[in-house]
Nanobody
Framework: VRLVESGGGSVQPGGSLRLSCAAS????????MSWYRQAPGKEREFVAG????????NYADSVKGRFTISRDNAKNTVYLQMNSLKPEDTAVYYC????????WGQGTQVTVSS
């Protein structure tokens, strides 16, 4: 099982980024997938989740209306479109299976700063 996150970077407040998470080693389409983030000195927290066939999504209150999660089961990839970024979104972002989590990937760093 492998999860590889990418797409992070440094942006100014109000900017956008699109994160990707490529999954392998399991039947991706069978699993609810989620994004999480961990800021320096803080616990890892849930950001967004998406059901197996994309019918349902849910978000942390702090990102509702700004972030959009999506998935492409043909590509075994889950995405996180992040708009209107704020400094408090600065963190390392990870993806994982929501209900049967596996080992974490390396994450991708997102830094929002002017």
């Amino acid at each position: 099982v492998r999860l590889v996150e990418s797409g992070g970077g440094s942006v100014q407040p109000g900017g956008s980024l699109r994160l990707s998470c490529a999954a392998s080693g399991f039947t991706f389409s069978n699993y609810v997938m989620s994004w999480y983030r961990q800021a320096p000195g803080k616990e890892r927290e849930f950001v967004a989740g998406i059901s197996t066939r994309s019918a349902n999504t849910n978000y942390a209150d702090s990102v509702k209306g700004r972030f959009t999660i999506s998935r492409d089961n043909a590509k075994n990839t889950v995405y996180l479109q992040m708009n209107s970024l704020k400094p408090e979104d600065t963190a390392v972002y990870y993806c994982n299976r929501q209900y049967y989590p596996t080992s974490w990937g390396q994450g991708t760093q997102v830094t929002v700063s002017s």
